[in-house]
């Protein structure tokens, strides 16, 4: 009998161990009496995400089409013959601090829960190798459920049950919200935050193609910029406490006087950050003043609102948003369009207008264009070897340049340009023993022209190609009185012809003189003169007749 008392005694014994360590299981797990204490069950890890991130992911989902970050394009002229195109764009460049999360780790964290709207409980605690580990005696009860969990740090203010951000807190405020379901046993149970910038950022670039000098620019608006917001986490909302009045002052640029790879200079503007609920419908961008002469050395100044931009709907100034506006400045190049009709960049369908443009104005006056792309078929000879074809043949370049003495119009279309050498078709444009002229005449632009009078293609001569060099290069012809290479402004000329679908007159890629363009002046009766653009400068220099060289038409309109 003693020894079942003993037995019975002992196996209560083990049972009641059993039962006092399945407590303490269950209360290191953080579960007791049907609750979970979350903070203890579940390990809450944070990441911080970069400015944008929710609208990369999208884009990894989509198709390349989609993945275009452009939002609004439009063209302003600026007048005195400039023009800019302002493109806002998501801002793609990455936050060098989220490199280094432990800056971001700093300080005390706040994670609240609430189910519904009804608050539910909150600890504080810090941040260590992305996770969260609380440090206060309050505890976090919660019964299985669906629960939203918000983290924020320490640059929000606690009042009541909302969180204040100050305007000067608004590049490191941080708010983290994710949905969790609490079950009954949720060890080793893993959940992460999405740590995100409560404000929105703004920054404004210049391109030129050329140097940009003293930079300037402002941004205002009109009292509606937050001072200091309201984050209501229960509904996971804004409201704007006190409003900025303003006006902001000048932004500070880096950069715009080294030109990259491309021949383009660029500076870029300090971010601008917002707090919620931005409103963008009165915010002002201010480019430049009196003091900023920042294209080939004029003065820049205009007035930007969001609202004016097509597309202005979907500029979303929203938490952790990041946008970039683009004002990319050029030269207001006058466009030969198909209707018969002369425009600018914005009038064309390479703009935001409808015209398709053929050629480019060298000459109101004169009314002449040159052609957009160079005469189909390859290079060509000029003409007739060993034989003088113009009666107005040149001896050296000073005549050539004097448009009295050689005109393309005339030695392609006038018979009376021609000497009694020239055999059959005294009208060089419709005789094919000259292949530069007759390709030049019978040039196509690929669309119909329906303006009036008919158009007349010619090959143009020494003179002409001159206006190339002053007129879309911006420099002095009357400095070209001789064989050799002349300094200009070669990008704005590839950019006349190529921002329209056309075809530049040098090649970056290839040899430094090519392509070579015939004129129809006469230098010898083995040789004529060419033209040819190369890196920064042009050139005039004479050529045997025999070789092929590019035939780009010039047209009388």
Known sequence: MKRQIFLKASLLLVAGMLAACSSNDNENNGTKDGKVDVAKAVEFRVDFADYNADEETKATRATDDQKNDTIAKQYVDLGNNLLAEVTVQRDTAKTPSLTNTRALENGTYTMLAYQGSTYKGEVTGTITGGVFHYSSDKVIDLEPGTYDFVLLNDKLTRNGNNFTVAEADAQTALIGRTTYTVTATPTHQKVTFQMKHVSSRIRLKWTSYTSIVNPVGDFWANGIIPHTSVYHPETNTWTVATTDSGPYGPMTYTGGNTADENDIYSTISNYLYFLAPAEKSDMHFNLGNTQSKTYNGQIINFILSFLNLPNASSIDLKPN???????????????????????????????????????????????????????????????????????????????????????????????????????????????????????????????????????QWYLPSASDWTWVYSVLGFSDKTKITDIGYFPCHSRLIDIAFTQVGGKFLKDFGGALLAPNYWSSTEYHTSRAFKCSGAIDYMNWLEESKDIHLSVRAFVKY
């Not at 000459?363 to 290079?379: C, E, Y």
């Not at 005339?410 to 340009?417: F, K, L, M």
């Not at 059959?424 to 444009?429: H, L, N, R």
């Open 321 to 455: 948003s990041s946008y970039l506006i683009t004002y990319k400045l050029m030269y207001n190049f006058l466009y030969l369009m198909s209707d018969g009709s002369t425009g600018f960049l914005n009038e064309t369908i390479y703009g935001s207008g409808s015209k398709t443009p053929i050629a480019i104005v060298l000459s109101q006056s004169k009314h002449m264009a040159i052609a957009l792309k160079d005469v189909n078929g390859g290079d060509l000879e000029w003409g007739p070897y060993f034989v003088q074809s113009n009666t107005h043949m040149v001896m050296n370049l000073a005549d050539a340049l004097n448009s009295s003495a050689t005109s393309g119009y005339d030695e392609t279309w006038d018979a009376s340009y021609s000497t009694h050498a020239v055999t059959g078709e005294k009208i060089k444009g419709k005789n094919p023993d000259f292949p530069a002229f007759y390709a030049a005449a019978h040039y196509d632009p690929g669309i119909a022209y329906t303006g009036t009078p008919a158009l």
